[in-house]
């Protein structure tokens, strides 16, 4: 079982940043992939961002050039900074973890969420 806990959601204005961060924590020998994914009101929950251990990042089309995912594997953290946000981009957040436990067992496991608030 792993442990992830968000911060850094907020209001901000249309234009603004923010930037999410993600902590994970528990039995865990390897994460290979961390990521952003959000769901939007009334909406299904989609990826934003997602990057590998060895560095290689996706971006969702819809946040290119503005959103910047990063990670540090040494701390098991991921972070997503936000940058020129508009309406759309209000959604809650999630982070996701995918690896391998000390008992090798599969992690795929989600944060809580937080929100971000995007006004025009």
């Known amino acids: 079982q792993v442990h992830l806990v968000e911060s850094g959601g907020g209001l901000v204005q249309a234009g603004g940043s923010l930037r999410l961060s993600c902590a994970a924590s528990g039995e865990i020998l390897r994460i290979n992939t961390l990521g952003w994914y959000r769901r939007p009101p009334g909406k299904q929950r989609e990826l934003v961002a997602q990057i590998t251990s060895d560095g290689s990042t996706n971006y969702a089309d819809a946040v290119k050039g503005r959103f910047t995912i990063s990670r540090d594997n040494a701390k098991n953290t991921v972070s997503l900074q936000m940058n020129s946000l508009k309406p759309e981009d209000t959604a809650v957040y999630y982070c996701?973890?995918?690896?391998?436990?000390?008992?090798?067992?599969?992690?795929?496991?989600w944060g809580q969420g937080t929100q971000v608030t995007v006004s025009s």
């Open positions: 996701k973890a995918e690896g391998v436990s000390y008992r090798l067992t599969t992690i795929s496991d």
